[in-house]
């Protein structure tokens, strides 16, 4: 079994994956998605991390590899205490020098988030490119992946939690609202104003950035949305053609296969393809 990790500043989504005899992933088994706490111990993550997978009957010494994609950084080296104690494994992080088939051309490849270089991967393979993937979480990520698979770069805007969260803090009689399609365009109430100016507004964002990408890049490049709050946007945008929860978790898992294939390549056919 394979287990993968996608951890980011609000939430961890967990991912179990078969593994066949030859080392390549051979179907989801399951997915779980917990609170990313930078107090938490190794101790804790593993207690609740195997209770998860008991919960699956999979038993702790059935893991046989650990692809982690992180952009916490203080808490890395938790998790890696967490892998070699529970699970005897020494994790894959997704970092420089990790072979991902995906050549960065950004000024600095190494400032790249781990979780923007797994969504780059997974949709490439999946979609192909020119290929736009908006990630929308605790940040709203912009990635941009060429025709030829290269990650070009992208942008980076508040995430709409972190935009309804920064007005209710800023304005004491402004109460705390459901973040959701409001039923209206022009609000009759406090309520409707500010899911009507969260809702649009973000969108207005999200669109705005698609269509000047598009204009760079091509019409034929297509917009695929993943993360927590991908279903809420996406179903309204004029650009994103499809939703795909999975993308980050399939990303890392074909990282950690090309580099399992890397390691046990036979050393001549190493120094061959150098």
């Not at 111990?41 to 590899?65: F, K, M, P, Q, W």
């Not at 970092?95 to 790249?112: A, C, F």
């Not at 805007?157 to 009689?173: C, D, H, Q, T, V």
């Amino acid at each position: 079994m394979l287990l993968v990790l996608n951890v980011n500043n609000t939430n961890t989504v967990i991912a179990l994956y078969a593994l066949g005899p030859d080392g390549l992933t051979s179907g989801l088994r399951a997915t779980w998605r917990i609170s990313t706490r930078q107090g938490q111990t190794a101790d804790e993550y593993g207690i609740l991390v195997r209770s998860l997978l008991s919960h699956e009957e999979v038993e702790s010494s059935a893991i046989r590899g650990i692809a982690i994609a992180s952009v916490v950084p203080p808490i890395d080296w938790i998790l890696r205490e967490f892998c070699e104690r529970y699970f005897n494994q020494k994790p894959l992080f997704i970092e420089p020098g990790v072979k991902t088939g995906l050549p960065i051309l950004t000024d600095n490849p190494g400032e790249v988030g781990a979780d923007r270089v797994a969504n780059c991967v997974g949709a490439f393979h999946k979609y192909g490119g020119p290929t736009i993937v908006v990630d929308m979480g605790t940040a709203t990520n912009f990635d941009v992946v060429s025709k030829k698979g290269e990650f070009l770069g992208g942008a980076i805007a508040p995430g709409l939690n972190i935009s309804a969260e920064a007005l209710f803090a800023r304005a004491a009689r402004l109460p705390r609202v459901e973040i959701r399609r409001p039923a209206k365009i022009i609000g009759t109430n406090t309520v409707d104003n500010l899911q009507i100016g969260l809702f649009w507004g973000h969108l207005g964002l999200v669109d705005s950035i698609l269509e000047r990408m598009i204009a760079e890049l091509g019409p034929e490049t297509k917009c695929v949305a993943t993360g927590g709050l991908a279903h809420l946007i996406a179903r309204e945008s004029k650009y994103i053609s499809e939703v795909n929860e999975m993308l980050t978790l399939d990303g890392l898992r074909l990282i950690y296969e090309r580099n399992r294939a890397a390691r046990t390549q036979p050393a001549a056919a190493r120094g061959a393809g150098a």
